[in-house]
């Protein structure tokens, strides 16, 4: 039996729990664009940046700002797969009010934690707004309803097998609806062996797919990418946004 699987998961929500009891976050000693830098750089919008607590922004680490994709996109319903402490799903129930309903999932207890406590301070959107803990790998499980829009804002690479993913996602979608996904492509090859390490797995780069091999796991499962944008190359990998739609 392989345990990969079971040792990745178990991995990223020992990391993810650490991240929210720690308050400064993990990542601290590091120079790298985190917490409200992070945020602005990728043009976050300063009206919810200043809705929220200073402390909130160093346990949120999107990939980008989804925000204008998910306005064009106009869901009424949303789930959001890998929601951390819930940055997007509160900038949507403030920013969309037709999102009617919106359904956030996590691993992480820590997180999950934090983002309901923060969404205390805003009764309104919190009637909108459901938390829960799962684990993406068996979603289907979950007993969801299908809903206009699925955002993965920094959890598909944290998936593992992508393939067996995108058939369960098909039922968590509507016939007209959107998979939103920010995360890492590969630009290049890792080298031999780095995917067989779970701590490479942990920041995105190691669960990272090329652009050919996410076509054919999106193929595989009836579904097609609708548009396809990277937005930053930074190789061995690009940030992009993907669009995946059913297969009219
Ligand atoms: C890079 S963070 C992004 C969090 C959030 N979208 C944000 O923008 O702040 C990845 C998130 O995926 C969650 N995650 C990782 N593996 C998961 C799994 N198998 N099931 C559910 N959530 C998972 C982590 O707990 C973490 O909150």
Known sequence: MNKFPTRLHLALQQMYDRISECE???LKPVAIDRGL???QKLGY?????EALPPESFDQAFPLANPF????????????????????DVLGCALMLPQLKEIVAIDSSSGLLEIG?????????QSARITLLKAD???????????????????????VYNKTDFFKQLTQLLRNDGSILIYDFLLSESLPPGFADEVDNWLWNIGGALSETELRVAVKNAGLEISRLNELERIDPV????IVIRKKA
């Not at 007993?143 to 690479?157: E, R, T």
């Open 24 to 26: 400064d976050g993990l």
């Open 37 to 39: 830098t992070l945020l």
């Open 45 to 49: 919008p300063p009206a919810l940046l």
């Open 68 to 87: 204008a994709k998910i306005v064009e996109l106009e869901p009424g319903t949303m789930l959001d797969l890998g929601c951390g402490s819930v940055l």
């Open 116 to 124: 309901r406590r923060r969404l205390q301070n805003f009764p309104e």
């Open 136 to 158: 993406l790998n068996h979603i289907k499980q979950s007993g969801l309803q299908p809903a206009d829009l699925i955002l993965m804002n920094g959890s598909f690479n944290l």
């Open 238 to 241: 690009a940030r992009c946004e």
